[in-house]
């Protein structure tokens, strides 16, 4: 069950939502003004925050961008309660920081299956990669939105090793976990060594990893991993593969192929020149660099992202 923080200036609301949300077992704190909620929830600390926007004084937007700043805060779900119900007015919520919205007025069923959704989502943050210990999809995703909402300069790195599903089809499982949990270590110790403490390491699943950092690191950290990774992958071959720069391995025919040496395919997008809304755009931004850099003779490469705008 969760630590819940009701801030909705309608006291009779408040007190039905409270009852309900109670009797399904949720730890449920009320505050009826905008005014000190940003106060009163560094006190009780919930792990989920219902918002009702249209507040006297001081509105939801406030609060969530708030939020959002506060290093002990920023990582709760936040659900806004709207009663205009309007695209712009939901998205702009969105922008702001928060995770889900909700309509009024609405069933107190359609509010528990948003607390629900967001437990899901909450769970899924914090679950690691059982290979490599890192978080997630759904945990840098939300902390770039969170970073955007911020207004904070980012970038973010999208990293793919290229010639691994040659690498894992010549290789025993053990072999596969090995190069995943390399890569996994190599990541987290570079932005250690190279001071870059305010970032996040995640594992998309598979070859894929992203990395979020402040936009001024973005150049060197991925001028260090390139150079690291392609000189430690050295330990994951055999001296005959490493000199003839490829690998022989059998394809789902079974038969023999040459699969190149593992590399790196990064691809960076970033807020120096356009402003992003949401994970979502910059993802397909990153997918579209990724595509872009192709490693050749196993060396890896790195695009950059530099337009102004989608063209």
Known sequence: MSRILLVDDDVDLADLIKTKLTSEGHETFVINTGENAFEYAKQVKPEIFVL?????????????????KDPELYRAAILILTALGEEPEILHGLEQGADDYLVKPFKLEKLMDKIASLNALLAAVNTKNPVTSLPGTDAVKREINHQLARGTAIAAVYIDMTGFKPYCASRSREGQQAAL???????????RSMG???CCVSHMGGEHFVVLLK??????FCSGLMQAFDDGRKSMY????NDQGYIIARDRTGRETRGPLMSLSIGVAHTQFRQFKS?????????????????????????????????
């Open 52 to 68: 009702d926007i249209m507040l006297p004084k001081i509105t939801g937007y406030q609060i969530c961008r708030r939020l959002r």
């Open 181 to 191: 949990e390399y890569m996994g270590k190599l990541l987290v110790s570079l932005t």
């Open 196 to 198: 870059i403490y305010e």
């Open 215 to 220: 936009l001024e690191d973005h150049e060197r």
């Open 238 to 241: 055999t001296p005959t593969e």
């Open 279 to 311: 994970a979502k755009k910059m993802f397909e931004v990153l997918a579209q660099v990724r595509q872009k850099a192709q490693p050749t003779d196993n060396q890896s490469v790195v695009f950059v992202d530099r337009r102004h705008a989608d063209r």
